[in-house]
């Protein structure tokens, strides 16, 4: 089991605040995230 820890999650929370900064509307705010999620995917596609 996985556990997170505080500052782990404060980070997350940090990171959304940044993503939300500037945001006109939610749809904005999801597309920066499926991008984020994307290039994540690729970079730990390439590490394998």
Known sequence: ???MT?????TIL???D????GCEDINEA???IEK???KRK???EKAE
């Open 18 to 21: 940044m993503i939300l900064d």
């Open 36 to 38: 984020l999620i994307e």
């Open 1 to 3: 089991m996985d556990v």
């Open 30 to 32: 999801k597309k920066k």
């Open 42 to 44: 690729e970079k730990k």
């Open 6 to 10: 505080d500052l782990q999650f404060i």
């Open 14 to 16: 940090e990171m959304v």
